[in-house]
Structure formats: C-alpha cells, structure tokens
C-alpha cells in the first residue's frame, strides 16, 4: 500500500477542479473584532475556492462567521489579514469608493431584509445601480430594469413602492436589482430568512435559473432543506471551514464535532489500482472518499471479487473500527483514476462516536448492514465455488 | 452612589457630544439674542436719559436773532425760569492744514466756560476750559478730522481769513444737538474769541432749563412759548423754539422703537430655536425607543421615563445657559455701548440686568421643556413591543411578512409623477430622485426645518426691502432738495445781484432765493402744538418736486396758504387740505389755508412750504434773501463738491459774506448712513436667524443621515461611490434650502410691510412707500444655498466615511 504525504485542503481542493475555473478565492483570511473586553477572532486563516457556476451554501450556527465570511467576499468589510481575490482582482487593494463601484459591476448582493431603498419605486430600485456605475444608456435602463422584474414574475408591479408589496414580491425585487449589472457573481444573505415557505420557494428556485445562466452563487442560510439544492455546502463553525467530506460523510455530528474531526482527518491520495487495506489486515482509521473511487474486494480461495464500488461522500473503515477486529475485506483506488481519502484516526473516531450517540446509531446499523451484505456475498461466492 | 437611570441620564448627556453640542447651540442662541437684546434694551433706556439729564440739558432751545447780556437777564428772571444761558452759534469750515480736507462745524461760542451750566460738557482728553485763542472738539468731530489735543487747526473767516486755533481738549456734549441725527459735529470756543473769528460778540441762541415741570410736556411747551413771547417782544425774532425733558433723552422713543424691532426679532430667534430644539429631540427620543422600551420592561414607570428625560433637557438648558448668560450679557453691553455711541451718551458701566438674567433663565430652561414636551410625552407612551420591536411608526421599521401596508396618497402623488413623466421620456436619474423623496419623508421635521429657513429668509428679503424702500424715502426726500448747491450768506443780498452774479460761474444753470419763516401751530384754545419751521420758495420753483398726500402744491398768488408735512396729522388727525390753521409767526396770529399735505421725514419737526413772495413781504425782506439755490449742470456728487467749492471762492473773494456752500447729496449721505446703521442691526439679527436656521439644517441633515445610515450602506452596496453619496445628502439639503427660499420670498413680501411700517413710524413718524429688490431675494437665494450646502457637507461627509459593515451591521 502507497501511502503519500498528507496535502493541505487547499491543495487537495486544486487538484480536483483547474485554477482558470476559480472566480472566488480566499487566501488565509482572518478577521478580528476589538473591543473593550478584549480581540475577538471570527474567521481564523479561512482558504476557499469558490468556482465559476457553482450554487454554494454557507451554512453555520448564529455567531460562527457566516456572514462575516460573505463580507469579505462582498467588500462589505475588511479582512484583519489574507487576501481576497474575485476574478484574479485583490478587492482590498481598492479603496471604500472604488469597492463600490467595483462591486456595483461585478457582484450583486440580496439580503435577508431585502434593503430595497423605500422611497423609489421597484423599477426605480433595479434602475439604481445602473445609474450609480454608469451601465446602459440611460434611456436603455427603465426597459432591462423591466425585464429583469418581468423575470422575477414583478412587471405589474413595477411602479409601487416597497411599502406596498408582499415581503416575498420585495425579495424578488431585490434579486432584480441584484441582477441590474448583469455580474457574474451574487452573494445572498440569509436570502429567505423573513419570507413564507412558498416565497423561499419560488426564491430558490429564481437562483437555480440563475446559475443553470451561468451565474456563481454563494449564499449563507441555516436553513438546512436549502442545502440539499445547492451545488455545494460551506460549512463553518468557530471561524473555521469544516472539511466539506467530513461534513458529508458525518452529518449527523455536530457542528463543533465536524471541526473536531476536521482538524483530525489526514488527506491521502493513491493512485489508480493502488491497494489501500488488505483483507485481515487491522484497520486503524475511518476512511471518508474526497475524489475519485474506490472498490471492496472480497478474497475467496485466491479468487477476487469487488463486492462495493464508493465514491465521494463515501466512506469505509467503520465495521473494523466498531466491531473490532480485522478487516473483513481489501479495498483499492479504483483502476480509473486515483482517489483522494481523509482519513480519520481510530482514536478520534471512537471519541465522537461516544460523544455522538444518533452518529453511533447510524453508523453501528450501517455496520450491521455491510456484515449483512459481507454474509450474502460471502455465500453466494462459496456456491459458485461450489458448483 | 449614582442611581443606574441617573447615570444613564449624564451619559446621554455627555456620550453623544455632536448631538449635545446641537441642542445646546439651539437653546443657546436664542437665549443669547434675547439676553442681548433685553440687556441693551434695559441699559439703553436707564443710561440714554440719565447720562442725558446728567448734564443738565436744556429744557427750552431758542434760535434767533443776535441778542445780548441784558436779554438774557431778563429771562433769568421770569418766574419758573431756573436758569438761561446764550450762546452764539455759527457755522465755519476747519481743516487740519494746507492738505487737509474742509470740515464745516457748528462753532458753539461759550461766555464763560468755567460757569458753564446747562449743556454741560465732559472732557475727554485735554480741557474743557479753552483759552481765548483755542478750540473744544466735540468727539463726534475726530471722525472728520484727525487731531488730538495740542494740534493746530486752520478756521476759515467769513471773509475768506485763515486763522490758527490750538485744540485745547476733546469733549463729549450729549445735549446740544441730541435730537438731531443729522447735525454737523459741534465746536466750542470763547465768546472773546469771536472777534478773532470775525463773528459779532452777540448770542443768537439761548438755553433755558426750568425750576420746575422740567419733564411735563404742557409746562415745557407752554413755558417755551411764554419765554419766546418775551423774547420776541423785546424785538429779537425767534426762529426755532424747541422744548425737551431733562430726563428723556429727544432719541429715546426712535431707540426704544427699534430696540423693540430687535426685540420682536430676538422672540422671533428664540421661536425658531424652539423649533429646532423639538426637532432634536423629536430624533433623540425616537433613537432612544429601544432604550426605552427596555426600561419599561425592567419595571420603569412612565413618570419615571419623564423625569428622566426632562431632567435631560434641564441639563441641556442649564449647559446653554452657562454659555449663553455670560455671552448675552457681554453682547447687551456691546450693543448698547455701539448705540451710545451713535447716539453719543455714555453709558453707567458694565453691568448684569437682573431682568434679562431672570429672563434668560425662564427662557432657557422652558423653552426646551415646552418643545421637548410634545416627543418626551410620546416617547413615554411607547409600548414596550412597539419599542422593542423597533417600530417607530415611521420609516425605519424591518419588513415583516405579512399582507403589504399601502402607499400614502402623498408618496402615490411623488411615484405617479415620476412614472407620468418618465411615459413623456422625462426620467429623473435615480440618485436625484433619492434626494427629491428623502426630502418629503419625514414631514414633521421638514415642517420644522423650512419653517425656520423661511422665517430667517423672509426677514433677510425683508430688511433688503426695507433698506431700499428707506433709501427711496430718502432719495425722494431729495426731492425737496432739487438744488445741487445751497448758498448760505451771514446777511440778506438782493436777488438779482445774486443771480447776476451766480449765472456767470461757469456750470451754473439756476438760481433761486428763498426765504424762511417760523411758525407756532397753535390749538384752537391758543396753546402751541407744534413748531413749524416754513420754507419759502418761489411759488414758480422747480427746486421742489413734492410727494403730495392731498391737496395741490403751491401756485403764483397764493397768499397766507401752505402746503405742509404730513407730521402735522399726528397732532391734527382730521386736517385736510382746505382747511385752515391757525399759526403765530412774528408774534401775528393768523389762520392760514393748508393747500396741501404732503410726504416728508418729520426728523427735526414738521415743516411747510408757503411762496417766496408772500413770506418774504411779510419778514420786510421782499427781493432779498440769505440763502439761494443753485442748480448746476451735471448733478453727481462730485460735480456739485466742485460747484460748492467754487460758488464759495468766487462769491467770497467778490466780498460777499457767505455763511456755507452746501452740496445736495451732503444732507442726504448723512441721513442715509444713520439709516444704514439700523439695517444693519436689521441684518445682524437677520443673519443670526439664519444661523439659526442653517443649524437647524445641519442637525436635520445630521438626524436624516443618522436614520437612512442603513439606506446608504445599501446604495454602497450596489456600487454608489463616495461622491454620488454626498451629492445625495448634500441635494436633499439644498432642495429643503430651495424650498424655504421660495417660501420666504413669498413671506417677505408681508414682512416688509409690516417691517417698513414700523421702522418708517419709528423714525420719521408716518409711513413709508413700500419697494422692492431682486438683490435680496437673490442674495437670500445664494446665502441659503450656500448654508445648506455647508450645513449638509458635515452629514454628508460623515455619510460617505460610513462602511457598508457599519451601516448594513446585521451579525
């Protein structure tokens, strides 16, 4: 079995997808708040790659540095340290002005409480920002604010102030203001947090449109049925990034858990075809699949067969780490390609598996099932050696 | 220890400097217009008549014929008669040397200075006890003539002499010329200097106080026609009989009345900071609900919220009285000290006017209470989840879900107008529409704020309009002084010499000779009610150009008829032209036939018109006179200097004796710099209005920044650069400045009526004719545009400093 050194997340993260495809990237940023009781750090060196086209979530508890992490994406505010790079541009190098009307360009920004200015109307309210950064001839401008209302299903409405529409019409509003600029980028914040169900609904289902037309979207929310539409899931918790394959592989944990097990978990890559436990071996780690695939062999009088294929958010490891004992079969990256694994200390599993009883739950019926599954596939290899 | 809600209490107090500072200002500067101009007032009407009767003035003043010692004695004696003092009065041109510039002064020749006892004099510098061959200066002179005691001055002889006199002292004389704004400066010098001077040793004015009624108007009057009776029975002919109170100074009404202008404006001041200060407080209170509300929730009781609250604006009283007291009482004395000083009185020294004090207090302590009376009660009321929730009513509140409140008719009225013009392809760029709605929102402040702008724009247009409109009366007055030059000669000379003569000076067009009479009016049970002083003319003149009231002017033929001022109504309400009066000239009683009334500055008693023909027969004087008319062929100031200059060589080196050579715009420069000093306290408190009003518009801008901080992070959000964010504070700022022009322009028109009226009733004791300017309403215009410029730049600046985090802070 080839083992190599562990890569940083970061890393990992550039060998799965070409920097040209980056739009958003987040170099060790930190952000510390000062006040009279003392420094406060929100975000502690976060690195994230956010990818042209992609739907991400942002999702962590209240205080853990969710919307502080979009502010740095915004401009919004200023990072203690790191950098913040949009589209190959460091947006800290430009002063609070010139971050406007950058921003007005290049990013449109939805927020939870809508912030469309009361006194204009709706159409004059996805006017502004054209006017503001100088796009569109200025009599081109009323009829594109028309038609991005028209988009958002507001064209009747287009002429009353935000006082006189539903709070769901107003978001809406502000998804076509956000849109005025045509950027390739909008942030939203808690964007369904004040509406009904149904209007987060049609709200969500507006930003599908959108990035199915190519738009990047991060977005921060709690809401975890939102999550499940998304490309991809942010998780944050005490000013740090949870490694995304723990989060998915261990949903049932914690937040604070999640971080636990990321500072944990080793990266490990192995080339196509590389063996990674042998059948009888003793398995000292929880293996979670980051890229790529691998196969569950199954050795049976020197006949080998692949009893399970898993891919990423899969995981293996656990019936040994639980059951104890050896491993019940060998698992190798798959022929086509390598696979990139974190692996989680046996150590480390057993603490979270104690301090997570419905993660011990779900994991310890799993094991049942995959001993099953060994049993079944066990038998029907013996009676075809049989025959 | 402190209770917590006290504490909380002096740290709203002290934690929110800018607003403190706001709010203290706005109390602060009312308090301090109205303790000045209560302070003046009070220390101008003690010290005006008490410096006056200090100096023992004279109770009766008659001008006349030359007289002598014996005279004088013999009204000494007359019962009721405490004391009479002559002198002879003349006027002569001085100049500090060959280079100098002539200076015409009245010379006031005195017998005896050292018993020198009505009209007293006060040394300055130097004497008050010339030498025979030395000169007294009264103070008012320096302005004309930069000397100072032990200077030589040149005087000119009437028969063209120049002789030296040494300044023996400067003296202040508050009494002799005291009802007179337009007086030449006085000197005073020996009668044994009056040979010297080429002057007779004989009086020709005389001072008179009385032993007793020295302050009751029907005792003055009627003993100054019993003493002009025995005067002008003894041969000596009286041409101008005044009678004055010892203890009230002749300008104390025209001072009291525009001090009451000023006083009327310092209310005004202090209405407007009222205004301001509810509107502070107004924003304070409604930043304040949440504290509120977590009060209430803690257990706080409204009384106790009250209490709280007005024990704040106590203390923003209190603060602004220790500012303001000190500053009012200094500014009192300053003001009245500049008066005293036009007016030349002294003052009794520095001194706190406990009425101004106690005034002051009243004033900035109530004040802030009443206006915060109304948001501290409302803010009081607040439930505690309307408090908490953050819902103010007003436009600040989070959007909830739930059915959609609708627009108000006022905000339908601005989007329907907007959507009408952008369907006619007018479209309004957004960020000016920003400014334009920002403007309307919130209602009550906006009230408040243009109030005050408009009320100081429309007195500023006004006082602008009062000054032209006082110019105009004086200009027309000119009308009455058509002549570019008035020869005035020691003696009578015929007519036709004159004008033969004068017609021969290059430049001279006409020559008229007048003549001059006084007159009693007397009341129907023969009483004096008024002194006239009559103006004769030829009855064909066209030195005259009259404003006629009723009545016509008068015509060749007319005899035993004038046309008279309209001053004359204040004593005779129901007199038309038509009607006769009865008047004793010469100590002849007649009844005349008043022709006409017509409009004139009744400044130093009412005058009339009759014909040169009739009055000059009657004074035995027919085809002589002493004084001419001279008008010339350009009429500019300096061309009629010139003219003066040279009719006064050319008649004096042919020996006639002339008196003076006077210019026609001289008398008119006079009259229209005292009027400049009183526009220009005029405007002083109009700018002090608009202070008032431009802070009013910071705090506003400042509250209106404060509340839409939120709105601006979200314009940044969407790419609003720094400049496009204080263009937005700063429009909306001047659009509230535009708008409270227009309304003061529309508001100045009533208030330079009424501001004409009463300055014009003060002053000259009738009202004027009423113009307008463009320069005020244009001035106004670029003042309030420049305040509200400056008063937005500081929110707006704040504005533009704001970071999104800061302004949008939603973690």
Not at chain 1, 205 to 213: E, K, N, P, Q
Not at chain 2, 154 to 183: C, H, N, R, W, Y
Not at chain 2, 745 to 751: R, V
């Amino acid at each position: 079995m080839t083992r190599q050194p562990a890569p940083s997340r970061a890393a990992s993260r550039a060998i799965q997808t070409p920097a040209a495809e980056a739009v958003i990237q987040m170099q060790k940023v930190v952000k510390t708040f000062k006040n009279a009781a003392g420094e406060f750090t929100v975000l502690k060196g976060i690195d994230l790659t956010l990818m042209r086209g992609e739907f991400v979530a942002i999702v962590g508890k209240s205080g853990s540095g969710k919307s502080t992490l979009l502010n740095m994406i915004t401009g919004i505010d200023h990072p203690t340290g790191g950098k913040v790079v949009i589209n190959g541009l460091n947006i800290y190098e430009m002063n609070e002005s010139q971050r406007s009307l950058w921003r007005g360009k290049n990013l449109g920004i939805v927020f939870q409480f809508f912030q469309l200015l009361p006194m204009l109307t709706l159409l004059e309210n996805v006017m502004l920002p054209m006017d503001y950064v100088g796009m569109y001839e200025f009599d081109e401008r009323p009829k594109r604010a028309m038609e991005l209302l028209a988009m958002v299903g507001l064209e009747t409405q287009a002429h009353k102030l935000p006082s006189a529409v539903s709070t769901g019409q107003q978001q809406s509003a502000a998804i076509a203001r956000s849109l005025a600029t045509d950027p390739p980028i909008i942030c939203a914040d808690e964007p369904t947090g004040n509406l009904d169900s149904r209007s987060a609904d049609a709200i969500i289902g507006l930003f599908d449109h959108l990035v199915a037309s190519g738009k990047t979207i991060a977005m921060v929310t709690h809401d975890p049925s939102l999550t499940e539409r998304t490309s991809r899931t942010i998780v944050i918790s005490d000013g740090e990034l949870i490694d995304e394959t723990v989060a998915h592989c261990l949903p049932l944990l914690g937040h604070r858990q999640m971080l636990e097990a990321t500072h944990m978990v080793e990266h490990i890559t192995y080339r196509a075809s590389t063996p990674i436990l042998q059948q009888g071996e003793h398995v000292d780690y929880f293996f979670m699949v980051t890229s790529g695939a691998v196969e569950v062999v199954l050795c049976n009088r020197r006949k080998e067969f692949t009893v399970a294929r898993l891919g990423p958010g899969q995981f293996f490891g656990e019936v040994e780490l639980m059951r104890g004992g050896q491993s019940i079969a060998s698992v190798r990256a798959a022929s086509e390609g390598p696979a990139e694994l974190a692996a989680l200390p046996r150590e480390g599993f057993n603490r979270l598996v104690e301090n997570s009883s419905i993660t011990g739950e779900a994991l310890g019926k799993i094991v049942q099932l995959r001993l099953a599954e060994n049993r079944t596939a066990d038998r029907r290899q013996s009676k075809r050696g049989k025959k | 220890m402190i209770r917590p809600r006290w504490r909380k209490v002096f740290h709203d107090l002290i934690g929110n400097f800018s607003r403190t500072a706001l709010v203290v200002v706005s109390i602060a500067v009312g308090v301090f217009s109205i303790g000045v101009i209560i302070g003046a007032y009070v220390i101008i009407s003690d010290d005006m008549s008490a410096s006056y009767a200090a100096n023992n003035p004279m109770n009766i003043e008659l001008r006349t014929d030359p007289f002598d010692e014996d005279l004088l004695s013999t009204i000494e004696h007359m019962r009721g008669v405490e004391d009479a003092e002559g002198r002879r009065v003349f006027t002569m041109r001085v100049r500090t040397g060959e280079d100098g510039q002539w200076v015409t002064l009245n010379i006031v020749a005195v017998d005896d200075f050292s018993e020198l006892n009505i009209n007293r004099l006060n040394v300055i510098s130097g004497t008050n006890q010339p030498a025979d061959d030395q000169i007294l200066l009264e103070k008012k002179a320096l302005a004309d003539l930069q000397v100072a005691e032990g200077d030589t001055l040149e005087v000119e002889l009437l028969d063209g002499t120049i002789k030296s006199m040494t300044v023996a002292g400067i003296v202040q004389d508050p009494a002799t010329g005291a009802g007179d704004f337009l007086a030449q400066p006085f000197a005073y010098v020996t009668t044994g200097s009056l040979s010297f001077l080429g002057q007779p040793e004989t009086f020709n004015r005389m001072f008179v106080t009385l032993t007793e009624g020295k302050n009751d108007e029907v005792v003055l009057r009627n003993m100054g026609g019993t003493v002009r009776d025995k005067i002008e029975k003894s041969g000596v002919t009286v041409y101008i009989m005044r009678a004055t109170k010892t203890n009230e100074h002749p300008m104390a009404s025209t001072v009291q009345a525009v001090l009451g202008i000023l006083l009327a404006l310092g209310v005004l001041i202090l209405f407007l900071s009222s205004s301001l200060i509810a509107n502070t407080l107004s924003a304070l209170l409604s930043q304040h609900l949440r504290h509120i509300g977590v009060m209430k929730l803690v257990g706080a009781r409204r009384s106790q919220i009250l209490q709280m609250y007005f024990a704040l604006i106590l203390a923003f009283g209190v603060i602004a009285l220790l500012i303001a007291v000190p500053l009012g009482g200094q500014g009192a004395y300053a003001l009245a000290d500049f008066i005293a000083e036009k007016i030349n009185f002294n003052l009794m020294g520095y001194r706190i006017v406990p009425f101004a004090f106690i005034v002051q207090i009243i004033v900035g302590l109530a004040v802030p209470l009443l206006a915060g009376l109304v948001p501290v009660l409302n803010g009081s009321r607040t439930t505690v989840l309307r408090a908490l929730t953050g819902d103010t009513g007003q436009d600040e509140k989070k959007p909830v879900a739930g059915p959609a409140p609708s627009e108000s008719a006022f905000e339908r009225f601005e989007t329907r107008t907007a959507h009408a013009l952008g369907r006619r392809g007018i479209h309004i760029p957004r960020p000016l529409l920003i400014s334009l709605r920002n403007t309307f929102r919130r209602k009550g402040r906006l009230a408040l704020t243009l109030f005050t702008l408009t009320m100081a724009g429309a007195i500023f247009v006004a006082v602008f309009n009062v000054q032209v409109s006082l110019h105009d009366y004086i200009d027309q007055i000119g009308n009455y002084f058509i002549a570019d030059v008035t020869l005035d000669f020691d003696r009578y000379y015929r007519l036709n010499e004159i004008e033969n003569m004068a017609m021969q000076v290059p430049g001279v067009v006409d020559v008229e000779g007048w003549a001059y009479a006084t007159a009693e009016v007397l009341y129907p049970d023969g009483s004096v009610a008024d002194t006239l002083t009559v103006l004769a003319p030829p009855a064909d003149s066209h030195l005259v150009s009259p404003l006629l009231i009723e009545g016509r002017w008068l015509q060749p033929g007319d005899e035993q008829a004038i046309t008279i001022g309209e001053g004359i109504l204040s004593k005779f309400p129901d007199l038309h032209a038509g009607d006769t009066l009865r008047l004793s000239i010469n100590n002849r009683e007649d009844d005349w036939l008043v022709v006409g009334i017509f409009k004139f500055v009744n400044q130093q008693g009412t005058i009339a018109y009759s014909t040169y023909e009739y009055i000059s027969r009657q004074a035995h004087a027919a085809n002589r006179s002493f004084s001419y008319r001279i008008v010339t062929e350009q009429h500019d100031p300096a061309y009629q200097q010139q003219m003066g200059a040279t009719l006064d060589a050319y008649f004096r080196d042919r020996g006639f004796r002339v008196s003076q050579a006077r210019t026609g715009q001289s008398t008119l420069e006079v009259a229209s710099e005292s009027l400049d000093i009183l526009v220009t306290f005029l405007l002083i408190m109009a700018l002090l209005t608009a202070l008032v009003g431009s802070i009013g518009l910071t705090g506003t801008m400042g509250m209106n920044v404060l509340e839409r901080t939120r709105e601006i992070g979200v314009m940044r959000s969407i790419g609003a650069v720094d400049k496009e964010i204080m263009r937005t504070v700063m429009v909306e700022g001047m659009v509230i400045g535009g708008i409270s022009w227009l309304l003061g322009a529309l508001l100045s028109f009533p208030f330079t009526y009424l501001l004409s009226y009463i300055i014009s009733t003060a002053i000259f004791e009738s009202s004027i004719s009423v113009h307008f300017t463009l320069s005020g309403f244009i001035i106004w215009l670029l003042v309030v545009l420049l305040l509200s410029a400056v008063a937005s730049v500081l929110p707006a600046r704040n504005a533009a400093r704001l970071t999104i985090r800061e302004v949008l802070a939603y973690e």
